[in-house]
């Protein structure tokens, strides 16, 4: 019972994240599930089929607050559906041993580039208004099909920093978009599991956890996307799946490091991530003050100012 409390907070807090963020509902909730010792096909499968439920009631949220453009949730959905479910029956064929190091190594790798992405660079608005084509949606969608699948989670982390990257949509869109289109990729992919690894090898169970923590935590991350600062929770969960699959990583068959090696990881990784965290919360407050006195006054800082007192 325990676990089961523990799983339905784990898609509560994960779904917060992503729906806000736009990414890592499945990277975090897979991370948790391999950490627990579940089957790396059985724990993308668990996660894909929570997601069905929590990408149609996130989709939902997003439209209700405008945070949709329908135009790229089809032009990425549907060759990311294609992808993951690809994606899924590659999985299906590995080895539990083969494919717990390869899961971590992907989950890692997307963990460090949410990290890297969010805390030194944070969102480009320059370019906004801009058509996004198909050639880029398209292989784009492709690609985080795939990686979603294998890696139990990276629809988001591949797909929400392409398309902010571009600046051609604005963070609240982009989000919401991805959220959306999510939903294809869930049920292609688990579609896939059921082929490739059959219903026995998925815990309900754990995928009703999951789905309750993530419903109830969709329509408040929907509304969260307009107020909570990306950069920094970029920044946190980043440093989140770095911690938890390198230490999958240094405990697996193909490194076998001791307590010592790995206990200088954790701590250079606990660095890192204070680091990079500070660094975010601090860029963050600065540009706040930055933009505060365009937004309060006339653009300068004694008008930012003085309209305070007033406001208050």
Known sequence: MRKLVLLALVGLGAQLVDGSLGMAYGVTSTTLLLAIGTNPAAASATVHLAEIGTTLASGASHWKFGNVDWGVVAKIGVPGSVGAFAGATFLSGLSTEAAGPVMAIILLTLGTYILVRFTLRGIRTDRLGRPLRKRFLGPLGLVAGFVDSTGGGGWGPVGTPAILASGRLEPRKTIGSIDTSEFLIAVSASIGFIIGIGS???????????????????????????????????????????????????????????????????????AIWAAALTYSIRRHLAERVTESPADEGDGTPGAGKAAAPTAT
């Open 200 to 270: 026995e090898g998925v815990n309900f169970t754990w995928v009703a956890a999951l789905l309750i923590g993530g419903l109830i935590a969709a329509p408040i991350a929907a509304w969260l996307v307009r107020h909570i600062p990306p950069r920094v929770l970029g920044s946190a969960v980043g440093g989140v799946i770095i911690l938890t699959n390198t230490r999958t990583l240094l405990r697996s068959d193909w490194i076998d490091a001791s307590d010592g090696v790995r206990w200088i990881f954790y701590v250079l990784i606990y």
